[in-house]
């Protein structure tokens, strides 16, 4: 009996030793380095607002959370590296618009948006800007509009790559103002820009850092920032709100998503010192330097963001029929 009894409190102090860990394991987390997964090549705008939102957290957790580039297929390596990934909250995704545009574009994107992510916090987004070619003559966003619509079919337009936020971020306008353009798809903004300056395209949907230079040397014509508010770096520029087509908004956008299933606990903790982060003075300079503007969310009202963005440019993909490469 004394036997017996020994053996079955051993056998419940396993069970019990076997259901501690992991709880005790959120407690204390993180307790090893985070890799914090940027699906697009170094130096590009996804890795440069990457990389102080990880310095952020390397300071706020007190463990290392380092930047790892796995670029590819529209971002659709790195993301689908990350979905496939433990759900313990060391890796992490610092995911683009990309994120939710890939599902609606391609039949297979390697991953699936609502069951292999768990949303943590919609960081940051970046409104593009709206150029023209010093070749036309147009002066801002209302005589483009107007000049585009005389010329149906004459307006060619940059974008860099098919499917992107810079080509849906452009289709949108032109839907809105019935303009019909064609895409020229390049491989990076400054070839976009040296087609522009040149004339063998007519306009660019781009962001503000790239384009800032070419607007201060008179080199592209500035038409209108695609936000509710003139961006500081940008101020003499206004809105396509304010101008052609009032609650006008199209941009990129930057979040970070974790594995589906990863602890609810380690959720709100990466999400309380992401706020944190965003809300500090600091950060909303650095992030203006670029024209993008902080954000913050909750986890919850960020997978809502997820879903209210995947409709938005699935009309927008399915309208135009615009298929991939």
Not at 53 to 76: F, W, Y
Request: include cysteine.
């Amino acid at each position: 009996m004394t036997r017996s009894i020994l053996f079955v409190n051993a056998a419940l102090t396993a069970v019990l030793y076997c259901l501690v860990p992991p709880a005790a394991a959120q407690s204390r987390y993180p307790e090893k380095p985070i890799s914090l997964v940027v699906a697009a090549l170094p130096g590009g705008a996804t890795d440069i607002l990457a990389r102080p939102t990880a310095q952020a957290l390397s300071k706020q957790l007190g463990t290392p959370v380092v930047v790892i580039n796995k670029a590819g297929a529209n971002e659709r390596i790195g993301t689908e590296f990350v979905a496939k990934s433990a759900n313990d909250g060391y890796t992490l995704l610092y995911n683009s618009a990309s994120l939710v545009i890939n599902p609606v574009f391609y039949a297979k994107p390697g991953y699936d948006l609502f069951s292999e992510f768990s949303p943590v916090a919609l960081i940051a987004t970046l409104p593009l800007v709206f150029v023209a070619s010093p070749t036309l003559p147009v002066a801002n966003v209302q005589e483009f509009v107007a000049y585009a619509k005389q010329n149906p079919g004459k307006i060619a337009y940059a974008a860099i790559g098919i499917g992107t936020g810079t080509h849906l971020g452009a289709q949108l306008f032109f839907n809105a103002n019935g303009i019909n353009a064609l895409v020229v798809p390049y491989k990076g903004g400054s070839a976009a820009v040296i087609d522009l300056i040149g004339g063998r395209v007519q306009f660019y949907a781009g962001t503000p850092a790239l384009l800032l230079p070419y607007i201060r040397d008179n080199r592209v014509r500035p038409l209108a920032v695609a936000a509710l508010k003139r961006l500081p770096m940008l101020e003499d520029v206004p809105t396509v709100h304010e101008t052609v087509n009032p609650n006008f908004e199209a941009g990129l956008w930057y979040g970070i998503v974790a594995p589906a299933g990863t602890p609810p606990a380690i959720v709100r903790r990466l999400n309380g010192e992401i706020v944190k982060f965003l809300r500090e003075s600091d950060t909303v300079a650095k992030l203006g330097v670029v024209g993008a503007i902080p954000v913050g969310s909750t986890p919850e009202e960020y997978g809502a963001y997820i879903r209210s963005e995947t409709e938005r440019w699935g009309k927008v993909i399915r309208d135009a029929g615009i298929k991939p490469e």
